[in-house]
Structure formats: structure tokens, C-alpha cells
């Protein structure tokens, strides 16, 4: 699921742990807000087009869809797109932004995913991972439904940023966990995520069975120069998201599976 970061407001707090990360309870505002957004529109979402590159024809699971503005682009250009999230909220937003033949299921990416072995030939992940302390069991699902010679391409917050965000600095090489609120129209949003070493999740794709392709710190979009001329600064000059393309090997034994291009 896409994720702001160039909120309004944002603070430290101590918030009910069911209400975390609870998108059903702002999905609307979240979506109206990410929907043209410098970070999001310009910048997220170029990147992630970028990397999966031609996908006429692929099928192409976005895992953490959201309101499905991802899925949307990624099926303008001929991807064959199925779509899930944990937001019952979203997935009807999704809907209703790609119709009601579009294939979405509501369902979490830490338990068992609801496809069979070799499923997809490309996954896309957009700002999720850095939302589990654990990526093992999500990445070993990603793993299961891509076929032989298929990509992954996941986003998440770059360490950088996750690591000063806060004072005191906390334990770069540790696992830990940062909360602060979002704010829609006065309501404030407790949100949480967790942030990893560079390290740590390199070799969690490498646990999972992937083969690292490419790390991307890339550039936003020129063209968002008039439209945001002071944050489209801000965003060129400082790091903000780590984007990894990592790849399934190819089969040595299905003559039928051939790398996705």
C-alpha cells in the first residue's frame, strides 16, 4: 500500500495497538490525498513503473494495492493485474476504480496467500514491507507465487531516513519499531512501521530464495518541477525511499519456464 510521508503533522504518541496502521478508518482521505501527491504520484509510483519496465501481458500481483492507483497504471500498459490488501476499505476504492471485473482479494501478506505455486510473473510491492517486523514469511509467500525467473519489485522506506527521524538515534544494526500520527483534516492517524539495516534486508530477500537484481534511489519525476518547485527540491537533494528488484532464478528443470524479461 502507497504511504505518505510529506504529511502535515505528525507526533509521537502512545496509541491503541488495534487501531494501528488501521487504513479502513481513513481510507477515503488517504487515497483523495496520495492520489496526485509530489511523493506519491511523482516520485512512488514512476519509480516502481520504471522498474517493472514492459508488462504487456504479465501477470502482475500487487501485493498491498490499496485503492489500486498502482494496479491501474500497471494495467494501462497491458499487465494482467490481481490485487491485495488488508483493507476492506481500499479494496473497495480499488473497485471502484478498476470496475467490478478487476481481480482483488482482501487478505494479509504475513499469512498464507491465496494462489497457487508459480502464479504470477512479476509482484510489485509498494511501501509494505517497512510496515513487518518480520519479512520471512511474507517474502517466502512472494517467492512461492512468482514462477521461475520472475521479479519482485518492493519499495520501502529508505534506512536512512527511518534512522533520523528520531532523537536520540537508535541502534542502526537492530530491528526496531517507530510510531508517530498522520493527520487528515485535524483527525490524527496512529500509524507504525519498522525499520531494518540495508543489511537485513538484503539478506532477507537472499533467506527467501530471491537473487538481488538492483537497489534504485531514484529521482523524482522532472515534470513535477512547476508543480511542487519547493518540495520536488527537497525530494531531489534527500534520500526518501529504497526501491529493490529481485529476481526468482530460473528453473534447470522446467524447460516450459523461461525468465520474464
Known amino acids: 500500500m502507497e504511504r505518505l510521508t510529506d504529511v502535515p503533522e505528525h507526533r509521537a504518541r502512545s496509541a491503541d ?31 516502481m513503473l520504471d522498474l517493472a519496465g514492459d508488462v504487456a501481458g504479465r501477470r502482475v500481483l500487487d501485493a498491498g494495492c490499496g485503492s489500486g492507483a498502482l494496479s491501474a497504471a500497471l494495467r494501462d500498459r497491458g499487465a494482467v493485474v490481481t490485487g491485495i490488501d488488508t483493507s476492506a476499505e481500499m479494496l473497495s476504492l480499488a473497485r471502484r476504480r478498476l470496475g467490478d471485473d478487476a481481480v482483488l482479494h482482501h487478505g494479509d501478506l504475513r499469512d498464507h496467500l491465496p494462489f497457487d505455486d508459480d502464479a504470477f510473473d512479476v509482484v510489485v510491492s509498494s511501501l509494505v514491507l517497512h ?31 527511518a534512522y533520523t527521524i528520531q532523537e536520540p538515534r ?12 498522520w493527520t487528515f483534516g485535524g483527525r490524527a492517524v496512529p500509524m ?9 534486508m538484503t539478506d532477507a530477500f537472499t533467506t527467501a530464495g530471491f537473487r538481488l537484481s538492483t537497489i534504485s534511489e531514484p529521482q523524482p519525476d522532472p515534470a513535477a518541477r512547476e508543480l511542487f518547485p519547493d518540495g520536488f527540491h527537497d525530494l531531489s537533494v534527500k534520500p526518501c525511499f529504497l526501491f529493490f528488484v529481485v529476481e526468482v532464478p530460473p528453473s534447470t528443470t522446467a524447460s516450459g519456464n523461461q525468465p520474464v524479461p
Open 17 to 47: 495497538p488495534a487501531r494501528v496502521n488501521d487504513y479502513d478508518g481513513f481510507a477515503e482521505a488517504y487515497s483523495a490525498e496520495t492520489e496526485r501527491s509530489l511523493v506519491n504520484a511523482h516520485y512512488a509510483r514512476p519509480a
Open 131 to 161: 510496515y513487518l517486523e518480520d519479512w520471512g514469511p511474507t517474502l517466502a509467500e512472494l517467492r512461492r507465487v512468482l514462477r521461475p525467473g520472475g521479479r519482485l519489485i518492493a519499495s520501502v522506506d529508505h534506512p536512512f531516513v
Open 170 to 181: 537508535p541502534d542502526y544494526f537492530a530491528t526496531t519499531s517507530y510510531s508517530f500520527d
Open 192 to 200: 507504525k512501521f519498522w525499520r531494518k539495516p540495508l543489511h537485513a
